[in-house]
């Protein structure tokens, strides 16, 4: 859990999606800008943005449970004489027939460009879709996932297994694991790595139960799990805390498929126990192994007594730990790790511009109104600073301060004032989330009534309603 003091540059990147709505939000994006919603955002701080150069489309769409349907507005600028014809975005009926080097637009980075040819109708083969696919999932943007599986759709590489594969291992990353399960659906064939990355997404995002599900789909389907498969499995069972499931698992590993646990498997049981916080159970289960317990197995151990509290428990294997391997030993029991040597990156996505958001320095005044309003009705609702996380030394007011102003907090609060109600909220950051800050955005969910997606650089977490998918597990 890292912490993020007042010096360290702190940055997030948001982007926002509701049920059945979206805001596409990029750095380069040339017209038509495509949004489904249509709500004015306060230019002031953008003041290259010239709306008169711009030719909008906005969608809105509707949805339920069962359908959605789309009504499409189009706001034309005037005519100018300066309008540049060569722009992909141009209504040219033969653009489809133009010649454009795809692929060579990607390795020159412009890869929003290349987007908007392939939606006019320049056609892509099958290297550039990987290349696409390859470059949302690492700047993991979930509106140009879209958008590249859009024009997938309209090629001949459909029905592609690989790409496909991709296409799902990508809206995992992006945290959209609707988006993964339906592509998943239409598969007409799906290879066994296929279904664990589909488990595994599952438990990345708090969903453990559904996960669990699809493994019981697969064994009725006829498909034969193997090592990999349980230990999909077993994170599955560790994210829903469904200790009794993943012991069954365990148990027909050998009994039903003839399959030897090996050190990963028993790993994943001790996540198993631990999640749920059945430490005493958990430390049986090593005494019980069938071979002497790895450094890793008690170090596993410890850490979720530091976790759960059990401060007995963590001493007894800290010594057990320092006399296995003394580089082990650990100072501060407190759950505030050392300070990282990057800096902690938070970036909001505001139409075709991205803003840095930085701990140490103002920037929207409308976003600190925002969270000093969040603040008193977190307050009111029984939030408590948890100054711990703070690691500077410096007086209780000041770190209590310092923890209001984290920046995943001030990215939410931008979001909050500049999308419509009920629209969720993703954040991107690159650094561990800290646990107050956990603390304080499962009671901002509750209080704003929308779900808040946090993805950090260890897990998605899906704030919703008060609560999170970790679990409280971090």
């Not at 049986?284 to 850490?303: S, T």
């Not at 010594?319 to 990057?342: C, G, I, Q, W, Y």
């Not at 800290?434 to 650089?457: P, W």
Request: charge should be neutral; proline fraction near 5%.
């Amino acid at each position: 859990m890292n912490s993020e003091g007042s010096s360290l540059h702190s940055m997030a990147s948001l982007s926002l999606q509701g049920i059945g709505n979206s805001i596409p939000f990029s750095p380069q994006l040339k017209p038509p800008i495509t949004t489904k919603h249509s709500f004015n955002l306060n230019q002031t701080t953008s003041p290259a943005l010239n709306h008169t150069r711009f030719k909008l489309q906005c969608t809105h769409s509707a949805s339920n449970a069962n359908e959605s349907s789309t009504r499409v507005y189009r706001r034309q600028r005037p005519k100018t004489n300066d309008q540049n014809q060569s722009s992909p975005s141009s209504k040219n009926p033969a653009i489809s027939g133009i010649n454009v080097d795809l692929m060579g637009l990607y390795k020159e980075g412009k890869v929003k460009e290349a987007l908007e040819y392939m939606g006019q109708g320049v056609s892509a083969d099958y290297v550039v879709f990987s290349a696409l696919l390859d470059f949302c999932g690492d700047v993991k943007s979930l509106e140009d996932t879209k958008r590249v599986h859009e024009c997938l759709r309209r090629s001949p590489y459909i029905s592609d297994t690989e790409l496909n594969n991709k296409l799902i291992d990508v809206y995992m990353k992006c945290g959209s694991i609707r988006d993964a399960r339906k592509v998943f659906d239409k598969m007409p064939e799906r290879t066994i790595n296929l279904w664990h990355l589909m488990i595994n997404g599952y438990a990345a995002n708090g969903q453990g139960n559904d996960g669990m599900l699809l493994f019981d789909k697969m064994t009725k389907g006829g498909l034969q799990p193997d090592k990999e498969t349980f230990l999909a499995v077993f994170a599955a069972c560790a994210s829903a805390g469904a200790v009794k499931e993943g012991l069954m698992h365990f148990k027909s590993m050998k009994d039903e498929y003839g399959i030897f646990p090996e050190i990963e498997h028993y790993l994943g049981i001790i996540d198993v126990y631990g999640r749920a916080g059945h430490l005493n159970e958990a430390e049986e289960f090593i005494q019980q192994m069938p071979f002497e317990p790895m450094v890793e197995v008690w170090e596993a151990l410890r850490n979720f007594a530091r976790i759960h509290g059990d401060i007995d428990l963590e001493d007894r294997l800290e010594e057990l730990l320092v006399d296995h391997d003394p580089s082990k030993s650990t100072d501060n029991k407190l759950p505030a790790p050392p300070r990282k040597k990057d800096p902690a990156t938070n970036m909001i996505e505001e139409k075709n511009r991205v803003f840095e958001y930085r701990c140490t320095i103002p920037y929207k005044e409308e976003a600190y109104g925002k969270l000093k309003g969040l603040n008193g009705q977190m307050r009111e609702a029984g939030y408590v600073p948890d100054t711990r996380y703070v690691l500077h030394d410096i007086d209780q007011e000041a770190k209590e301060q310092a923890l209001q102003y984290h920046s995943e907090r001030l990215a939410i609060a931008y979001g909050l004032i500049s999308t419509p109600a009920r629209t969720t909220l993703r954040i991107m950051k690159n650094l561990r989330i800290c646990g107050d800050c956990h603390n304080a955005i499962k009671i901002m969910s509750r209080i704003v009534g929308r779900e808040l997606i946090v993805r950090d650089n260890k897990r998605f977490h899906h704030f919703k309603e008060g609560k999170c998918s970790c679990g409280d597990y971090w």
